[in-house]
């Protein structure tokens, strides 16, 4: 029989392993835990030094159950939405859906996925809402300019991002009536967004103005603009697992910046590849995934993967390091652009913009297989993924 003095660091390492296996470093698990206090309806973070500890490989909620395995797929030219089965890498279905698909958005309680169809400077944007376990569109509901779209923190409403607008639109999260509406003036080109690690607020990039806005999701106002850089084009934005830091990714600058949240001031950039746009944390939450699409033009060149234009890759950045640990550049050139990760963590998979492609990766080799799919292929939704409930865009799970 096993002696105590055997047992007890035996068991210690294997409970050390397995809350590893969830995503926490040994220094996070060394480190005293103080309780986050959310906002108001917010659910509990269960771990502070890692937000993303209950959407790590393989943990889904019951809502999910009975969910298809699907990659969706907007098309923004073609006005539907193709679907790919990962298991085969293959397009099994088309979706027509409103003019100008833009993102695929999980809702907050997982049980529709949202098509934002803004119908690009015209008056007739939509939401196309697809049935996760049946593969099917149902009713569109007729909305303002859904370029993006979000939830606040609490589930109870939908942030619409009405681009064209520089305006937030608050809707019932599932009638999608309208509540209330923000504007922010100084934010052209208002696009991508994260929230804090309590909920408090969230920062918005302004993608043609080369600044971000911070709002206050209690009060429901702007709090102030920070510069980012005049000549830049602000893209996606992520922040770190500990709720400290935002990485903002920049068309133009070729990069990341990094922004203290609380501060709101700019505390670092990380040189990534060219047109860097896409940011999607590991299911470990340990490393971000950047996709940088090869072009520092909003039309860039066409089908970019045969002429060889757009130099698209995907660069690695350990988050605790805040350095790039790894690139995958896409033999022949490449345009990746948005997505997210598979629910085992294995594969990153990405639109290719300009180039009518699926890209998925894989996370260990960065080995890419290519999919075809309709016209400019944008914000590409896999589902299910795990997590308790999503904060919108293409998810960010919590």
Not at 212 to 235: A, E
Not at 283 to 310: C, F, I, M, P, Q
Not at 332 to 357: F, I
Request: one cysteine or more; hydrophobic letters at 40%.
């Amino acid at each position: 029989m096993m002696s105590r003095t055997r047992c007890v660091p035996r068991l210690a390492t294997l409970a050390s392993a397995a809350l590893a296996g969830l995503g926490l470093s040994a220094a996070a698990l060394a480190a005293p835990q103080t309780a986050v206090k959310t906002v108001a309806g917010m659910p509990a973070v269960v771990n502070p030094s890692n937000m993303y500890s209950e959407a790590h490989a393989g943990n889904f909620s019951p809502a999910v159950k009975g969910a298809l395995e699907r990659i969706y797929v907007p098309n923004l030219r073609s006005d539907t939405v193709s679907v790919i089965d990962p298991a085969t890498y293959k397009v099994i279905d088309t979706l027509p859906v409103g003019r100008s698909p833009q993102h695929v958005v999980p809702s907050w309680d997982l049980q529709t996925l949202w098509v934002t169809n803004n119908a690009e400077g015209r008056s007739d944007g939509s939401l196309t809402p697809i049935d996760p376990k049946t593969g099917k569109t149902g009713k569109a509901v007729e909305v303002d300019d859904p370029y993006n779209m979000y939830f606040t923190p609490d589930g109870k409403e939908a942030i619409v991002v009405a681009e064209a607008h520089a305006r937030l639109d608050f809707r019932d999260a599932h009638t999608m009536q309208l509540r209330s509406s923000l504007d922010a003036p100084e934010c052209k080109g208002i696009n991508h967004a994260d929230f804090a690690i309590d909920g408090r607020y969230a920062i918005f990039t302004c993608e043609f103005g080369g600044k971000l806005v911070k709002i206050d999701m209690v009060n429901r106002k702007v709090l102030g603009y920070l510069d980012l850089d005049k000549k830049g084009m602000p893209q996606d934005i992520r922040v770190s697992p500990d709720g400290k830091v935002f990485y903002v990714a920049d068309m133009m600058a070729d990069g990341v910046f990094l922004v203290d949240g609380d501060s709101f001031t700019k505390i670092g950039f990380v040189k990534t590849g060219v047109g860097t746009h896409g940011l999607y944390p590991s299911r470990d939450g340990t490393k971000l995934y950047v996709a940088n699409r090869g072009s520092n033009h909003v039309h860039a060149e066409r089908r970019g993967n045969k002429k060889g234009v757009n130099k698209g890759s995907v660069s690695v950045i350990d988050f605790a390091t805040r350095e790039v640990v790894a690139n995958w550049p896409i033999p022949g050139g490449g345009s990746p652009d948005m997505g997210n990760v598979s629910a085992d963590g294995k594969t990153l998979w990405l639109s290719g913009r300009y180039d009518d492609l699926v890209y998925a990766f894989d996370t260990t080799t960065g080995a890419v297989r290519k999919i075809k799919v309709g016209a400019e292929p944008h914000g590409l939704a896999v589902w299910p993924q795990p997590g308790r409930y999503s904060l919108g865009h293409t998810g960010i799970m919590r």
